[in-house]
């Protein structure tokens, strides 16, 4: 499996150091939030996306994915969120970067109605995301927090080039386990964010292994099942500013990742 952090938890830091900070401290990716007060988002010019993109391209450091606020389940007209989804995918595009990531945002509306919206809206940008070599990913998160919520939108939608992000902490405090987590993201995954919390109720962003998320558990079943994606640590520095500096605690997740990856038993 390959390493890669959020800009999430480097708020505001211009490409060129995230770049130094990704390939010092061992990650081979970085997610980049995809938002106005970021360096990186849709708003930007060609020529800004293309320094960016060889920023990263001569460090031999790869945007894993553009990070986006797009809320697909969101009650609503379609033009606006189908306007933001392709803005997001063809920004995409032109960083390299395979995915994009893209909240439920049901709210409060009805789970058949939630749902319903979602595939309709991810299917209709499918063929831009194919036609751009990027897979628009549905984050475990809000109104669709566990695998199975997920999966209600992604199973109908049925296309290669929409997919799902397990986050791990928002599928834990919908009481799955990763075990029964993995098996229905499976045929969707993309990719899988990791981070720690001291509890459910407290969910300022803490060292790796330091709290109680069970990523040893996850890392496993991923192991078990011979995937061989990525793993991205998503510190949430910017919803939490007291919290510790990312950059002071970069090299040392990178290492408790790998030492988990190493300790993981392999498919057979």
Request: aromatic residues 6%.
């Amino acid at each position: 499996m390959k390493l890669a952090f959020s800009t999430l938890g480097v708020p505001g830091m211009p490409p060129r150091d995230v770049v130094r900070l990704a390939a010092t401290c061992g990650y081979d990716g970085v997610e980049l939030r995809a938002h106005p007060e970021e360096p990186v988002h849709p708003g930007i010019s060609a020529a800004q996306r293309a320094a960016v993109a060889l920023e990263f391209a001569d460090a031999g450091v790869t945007v894993l994915a553009v990070a986006g606020y797009a809320q697909v389940a969101a009650a609503g007209p379609d033009e606006p969120v189908l306007a933001e989804l392709a803005e997001l995918v063809r920004l995409a595009g032109d960083l390299g970067a395979p995915y994009v990531r893209v909240f439920p945002g049901g709210g409060e509306r009805p789970a058949e109605e939630a749902d319903a919206a979602a595939a309709r809206r991810l299917g209709s940008i499918a063929p831009l995301a194919t036609d751009t070599g990027v897979r628009v990913l549905l984050e475990t998160h809000d109104s669709h927090r566990r695998a199975q919520d997920a999966v209600r939108v992604l199973g109908p939608v049925g296309h290669r080039s929409v997919g799902a992000l397990w986050d791990l902490l928002h599928t834990w405090l919908g009481g799955e386990q990763p075990a029964v987590s993995l098996p229905a993201l499976a045929p969707h995954l993309g990719y899988v964010q990791v981070k720690d919390v001291a509890s459910a109720e407290d969910t300022a962003p803490l060292p790796l292994g330091a709290g109680v998320l069970p990523l040893g558990a996850c890392v496993r079943a991923l192991s078990r099942a011979g995937w061989d994606g990525w793993l991205s640590w998503e510190y949430e520095k910017r919803w939490h500013p007291r919290s510790a500096g990312f950059p002071q605690l970069a090299a040392a997740g990178a290492e408790y990742l790998r030492g988990l990856l190493a300790a993981a038993p392999r498919a057979t």
